[in-house]
């Protein structure tokens, strides 16, 4: 990693438009996406995506805990977003953060707005998502194993919901925003859509952008989340493909 300037601060794009890893403003890293990971889960799904490596789980619908959550006439969608402490170059504090609250409560939020929680009243549906490592781009890759995993769980939804962050590095709008272009980059916007619709179910930003480099840049997340929703699609082909589930 070459470095200008301030110390550390690595070269985010060279002159002949790289990234730092050598990919173009419009593409994704690599991503593998194993359907029913786990033996014990209703549904669960294992993403790498880059260098960040997701596990996620699913029960339910099941019973409310703690009670007093329950609604009567639809299931509630809870969701556990946690960080392992070996996830990170300094060990992370274990346990649950603000921003690990945070986004537990927008993923949780994204999926309340696809699943059919009418069908399943007074129940509850838990979504698991920890990182394992994380190398920025974690609640994208996390809800994007979450909702492979609903749909290994058989949960009925709209549609599976992709995602993935979009953001502003060097001066130049981008796809999937690794570590140091997270760190070092103008802007970071990660987002999440009905495919078929194109509705937003997640949108988020640090940073800033101008109304056009804003149209610029969802622009480009939803070229993304079509190419993250085919990756989702053959993943559960696979599953379902093999009969009892392949790798768990
Ligand atoms: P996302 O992972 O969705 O991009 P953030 O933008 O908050 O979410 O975080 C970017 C990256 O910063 C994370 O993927 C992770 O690599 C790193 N990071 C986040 N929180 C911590 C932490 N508490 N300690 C060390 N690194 C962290």
Redesign the pocket.
Known sequence: MGTVGAKDVPVLMSPDGLRIDGRREDEIRPIRIVAGALRQADGSAFVEWGH?KVMAAVYGPREVHPRHLQENHKAIVQCRYN?AAFS???R??PGL?R?SQE?SKVIGEAFESVVFAEEFPRTSIDVYIEVLQ???????AGLVAASVALADAGIPMVDLLPAV?VGKVAGEIVLD?K?EE??YGEA?L?MALVPQSGRLVLLQM?GHLTREELAKALDLGVQGCREVHAKMKEALRTRYAEGDGGAA
């Open positions: 960040n960080m990170v170059d300094e992370k504090r953060d921003r986004i994380a190398n920025a781009g974690t609640r994208c962050a925003l570590k997270d760190n970071d990660p640090e």
